[in-house]
Structure formats: C-alpha cells, structure tokens
C-alpha cells in the first residue's frame, strides 16, 4: 500500500502527495484502536463494558438539592438493589464527577479495602476476599455487591473519580471513648456517621454515597429495647446536607437472616447462631409501580418523614452471600 501511494504522488504531484498523507493518517485513526481492540480478552472487553451505565430516572430532582451525602436504604440481599445504585455512583463518575462510596462493611478492613482498590481489575476481588470479606450472612456481602464494586473499580482503573470505603463499627479507641458510653445501638450508628465523616474528609468528593440496611439510613429515632435510638443517617445530617432514600419493590425474594420455624426471640437474651436461618427468602409486596427503575423524592405531606423520598426496584431476587461462612 505505501509503495502504491509513492507512485500516485510522483504522478500527481505535491498537493496530491499531501492529501494523501493525510489520508494514511485518518485511516491509521480507526485501524490501530481496532487491533487494540482485537488484542485484549474477552473477559477485559466484557469488563470494560459492564462499566457503561445510565442514571436512573428521577435523580435531576435529587441533584437539585445538592447534597453533599446519599443514602440509600435497602432490604440486604438483593441483586436490584446494588445494581441501581452502582448506576448512580458510575453515571456521577462517568460525568466527571467525584464520587466516594461507603459500604456497611466493617471499618476494620477498610485499610485492606484501600490496598484492593489499588490493584489491577483481574486482581481486585481476590484482594478484596482476602480483605477480610467473609460472605456476611445477612446479605451485605452478597454476589451482587461484589459486582457491583468490581464494575466501580473498573471505572476508576479507567480514570474515572471514584473511591470506596467501609464505614460500619467502631473504628479506635479514640472512637470507642467517645460513642462506647451511649447505651444500646447508638454506639454504632454514631460511629458509622462518623466513619463516613473521616472518609469523606480525606479528599474533596461532589457525592458521598451510602449504602446501607434501611434501617440506618432513617432519619427519625427509634426505641430499641427501651432505649431511643438515632439512627446514622440523623447523625450524618448534622454533617452537611443529606437526601436519604428507602427501597421499595413489589414483589419477590432477598437474602435475608430469619429466625427458624418454631423458635422464639426473648426480650433481653441474645438469639443463638443456630436459632437463625440464613437463605433467599420471600418478601412482603408492595403497590407495584411498574417494572422500571427510578428515583423519587416525597411529594406529599403525609410520606413517610423517615425518608426524603425512595428508590423504586420492582421485583427483587435474592442474592447468596460471595463467600459462606468459614
């Protein structure tokens, strides 16, 4: 081909010769991208496209209020619910956004999770299974959320602005002087705000987004055992602005820890490991708001004050725990 176009521009001169060279450049724009292409796995091709996503419906209005934190409130278990907000968390950061986002795994293996963030795609979930991820079995530990980091950590091996952190527990002594006096759960959701607080000062983020059980992600206190209990996402609305959503879905199934047919809970005994049952279980339906995901803040003045609004998921399926319990 070089040679062919060496004749032509003797013949035809030096305009000719010029346009033809730029002719070899445009195509060498689209061949050598194509063999690239051609050279990577299937399995780094298929990654790369895992990372693509859109950002579900309703979360213009969401942004118009410019909070600082996310929190989205879900049923463990289930494989809509870290699918939908991954897509939020990799839509912000395919925008250019700056996204940080926290998990309620335990803050003890957070330093383990950094060091897993920094390796390389097709090393990041071993590490990150070595981290200390044991397959919690109430569901937070699900197969869908590790797809769901491992497609997020694809988009920030590619560039993309976004960091994880897990916030749940207390992470020191110095936190545990502070919160460990509080009586009941409070310990822990104080801390839990504050984990998130310390992960989020570490570096300048547009979002910090939360996932955690539904139940921390309240913004009305509760009595546990005779105790008022403010939940994380009250603690972390004292730290800057917040929208906090509930999951909601109309039917199906989630990975759930359950007592076992015929047993009882009493009040101020701790329920024994072998009195639980952990397995996809079936879940209460709600009015059914259609198959596709959105997201949607209150309109009324009698929703649920708990929440600024929710995350609709349709039917939902469980999703097993990555690794059982060693």
């Avoid at 390389?120 to 079995?137: I, T």
């Avoid at 999951?247 to 072998?274: H, N, Q, V």
Wanted: hydrophobic content about 40%.
């Amino acid at each position: 081909m070089t040679r062919r176009i060496i004749r032509l521009c003797s013949a035809t001169g030096k305009a000719t010769e010029d346009m033809l060279r730029a002719m070899v450049i445009i195509l060498s724009l689209f061949i050598i991208p194509n063999l690239s292409a051609a050279g990577r796995s299937s399995e780094t091709l298929k990654a790369i496209a895992s990372t693509s996503c859109d950002m579900p419906l309703g979360w213009g209005d969401i942004a118009l209020r410019k909070p600082r934190f996310g929190v989205f409130g879900e049923v463990h278990g289930t494989q809509e619910a870290p699918e939908l907000f991954g897509r939020v968390a990799c839509a912000l950061a395919a925008q250019g956004k700056s996204v940080l986002v926290a998990v309620e795994h335990d803050v003890s293996f957070d330093p383990a999770y950094q060091a897993a963030w920094r390796q390389p795609p097709e090393k990041f979930a071993a590490a990150l299974l070595q981290a200390g991820w044991k397959g919690s079995r109430d569901g937070k530990g699900s197969v869908a959320m590790l797809d769901m980091l491992k497609r997020l950590h694809q988009l920030a091996w590619q560039g993309r602005a976004i960091r994880l952190t897990a916030f749940d527990g207390e992470r020191d002594d110095v936190q545990h002087r502070k919160f460990g006096t509080l009586p009941g759960q409070r310990p822990r959701e104080a801390a839990q705000a504050d984990n998130i607080r310390i992960a989020a000062d570490q570096a300048s983020y547009d979002f910090i987004l939360v996932l955690t059980g539904n139940f921390h992600a309240s913004k009305q206190s509760f009595k546990r055992g005779g105790t008022a209990v403010e939940p994380m996402a009250m603690h972390l609305a004292r730290i800057g602005p917040m929208v906090t959503l509930d999951a909601r879905y109309s039917r199906g199934s989630a990975w759930t820890c359950e007592l076992k047919p015929g047993m009882r809970s009493e009040p101020g005994k701790p329920i024994s490991k072998d009195a639980i049952e952990c397995a996809i279980h079936s879940v209460g339906m709600q009015p059914d708001l259609g198959q596709n995901q959105f997201l949607s803040l209150n309109a009324s003045s009698d929703a649920d004050d708990a929440y600024d609004g929710f995350f609709w998921l349709g039917t939902i399926h469980g999703s097993p725990p990555a690794v059982r319990d060693q």
